[in-house]
């Protein structure tokens, strides 16, 4: 039998012989880790394989089936320490580091725990802790962006906040299992300078972790993995479900969202705080009796939240959705209370074809307002919403020519860049002689709205012209 036991105490032990080693503060010193291997010899035995275990701490042993997993323990140990030595060394920079732990006992492929490493550029008494995000609530923008998670460390006011996110295939019983499971790696990334045995306190936002219920998970071809989940929330302090489409490739961000009563998605209301944006805007139109208002061109039909929305809301214009997955619009039809009919229509097709093609055609549609709400597979570009063939000029002449002389056109950005939002605006400002922004306090959904000078706008939007020039 071949046991590998890490020994933290010997790591800590100071060598009085070594005059360098006690010129250093106790934090400032690297203890890389410390093995012992005891080998137990036993009588051999038919058919019986060497034992293997690794016992990471005092408390845990864990049985391998081969030497190349507990080499591998080893050294994933290893790197773990090189990994926290390095960033409580470093200088504090303005982005926050993450480290995704996954689960060795575990089949399942996802990090167990995400946790981010935020740390506040001024002084501060209170020094460190951690903070459980329950689960269902980490798409919230102050858990999910940088500018969240740093908010939610200035107002705990500690020098350094871990946030954890809990990984949506795991299983977690209570927070204080989670703060049991990982105590250790938590001390090992306090900040330089605190006492090796400081408690550190973990917070949440109350005592439950587990706050999401699976409703379904499948594959597309064009979408990749997904769910639908529910996450039940507080609102007004009374409990609200909230069903939500997620793609895994980007799981922070919800691309659907309905609120359920008594079992039943809520037709009258909408969750996503964008397309309220974008119906107030609407609202503003209807009020201005702008005459251009009977037909609208939703690009990126989802769950079909918004589609749903408009429809019950105003019966009688015409609603056309655009997905590009056949897959999104069976699950609108049955998570999400999408129901086509003559005025609320689902069209199969790319959102770039579909209005390209539209307007080189004559006698084509022509809207009275188009809303763009497509998301973007790749994270690398900063952008997740619209895809960047969506952000081209002549994309947008097209969707211009798809309007009607009154009409006008929303586009749901999702931008971190403030270079590349200037470029969209400044490229819209080319087709559009009006184009508005309006930021949403606590998302990072930004709504454009462009139109012609020619529509004869509310107050509020005419107001907003001054602005534009400068
Ligand atoms: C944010 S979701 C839309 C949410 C939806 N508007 C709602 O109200 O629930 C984005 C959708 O755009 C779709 N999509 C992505 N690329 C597309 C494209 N090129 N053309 C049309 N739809 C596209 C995705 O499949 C996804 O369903």
Redesign the pocket.
Same mark, same amino acid.
Not at 322 to 325: A, F, G, K, N, R
């Given at each position: 039998m071949i046991r590998v036991c890490r020994c933290e105490e010997a790591e800590h032990q100071e060598d009085p012989t070594d005059l360098k080693q006690k010129k250093q503060s106790a934090s400032s010193r690297f203890p890389f880790p410390v093995f012992t291997v005891v080998c137990t010899k036993f009588k051999k035995m038919e058919r019986i394989t060497p034992l293997l275990e690794f016992c990471p701490d005092e408390k845990n042993i864990e049985r391998l089936s081969s030497v190349d997993q507990l080499k591998e323990r080893v050294r994933s140990v290893q790197h773990f320490a090189t990994l926290c030595h390095q960033i409580s060394h470093d200088e504090k920079t303005s982005q926050d580091v993450f480290i995704e732990l996954m689960d060795p006992k575990s089949l399942k492929k996802t990090p167990k725990y995400t946790l981010f490493i935020v740390d506040r550029q001024c002084k501060s008494a209170q020094k460190f802790a951690a903070f459980v995000v329950p689960q269902g609530r980490e798409t919230d923008w102050l858990f999910s962006s940088h500018e969240g998670r740093r908010q939610l460390a200035d107002s705990a006011k500690f020098q350094r906040l871990l946030v954890i996110h809990l990984g949506r295939d795991h299983q977690f019983d209570s927070l204080d299992s989670v703060q049991t499971e990982l105590a250790g790696i938590v001390s090992s990334l306090q900040p330089q300078g605190l006492p090796a045995n400081t408690q550190i306190p973990f917070l949440s936002l109350g005592a439950q972790v587990n706050q999401r219920k699976e409703i379904y998970r499948a594959a597309s071809e064009?979408?990749g993995d997904y769910v639908i989940e529910e996450v039940e929330e507080e609102n007004d302090g009374k409990p609200v479900i909230l069903r939500r489409l997620i793609f895994l490739s980007n799981p922070n961000v919800i691309?659907?969202e309905a609120r359920m009563k008594n079992g039943k998605v809520d037709l009258k209301h909408l969750a996503c705080q964008h397309?309220l944006v974008m119906v107030e805007e609407l609202r503003q139109h209807l009020d201005a009796k702008n005459p251009a208002l009977s037909s609208i061109l939703?690009?990126?039909?989802?769950?079909?939240?918004? *589609?749903t929305y408009l429809h019950q809301a105003y019966p009688h214009f015409k609603v056309d959705g655009?997905?590009?997955?056949p897959i999104?619009v069976e699950l609108a039809e049955k998570y999400f209370g999408f129901k086509p009919s003559e005025n609320l229509r689902p069209h199969i097709a790319?959102?770039?074809a579909f209005v390209r093609d539209l307007a080189a055609t004559e006698s084509g549609e022509r809207y009275g307002c188009i809303m763009l709400?497509?998301?973007c597979k790749d994270r690398s570009l900063g952008i997740s *919403?619209p895809?960047p063939s969506f952000l081209d000029s002549n994309f947008i002449g097209s969707v211009k020519q798809c309007l009607n002389p009154h009409g006008f056109f929303f586009m749901n950005l999702v931008c971190r860049d403030e270079t590349k939002r200037n470029n969209v605006m400044e490229m819209l400002r080319k087709s559009f002689e009006i184009v508005q922004m309006r930021k949403i306090k606590g998302e990072v959904n930004e709504i454009i709205r462009c139109h012609p000078l020619a529509l004869s706008t509310p107050a509020k939007a005419r107001n907003g012209r001054k602005s534009l020039k400068k």
């Open positions: 064009s979408t691309q659907s397309h939703v690009l990126g039909l989802g769950g079909g939240a918004l *589609c655009v997905e590009i997955d999104m790319d959102g770039l709400d497509v998301d *919403c895809p």
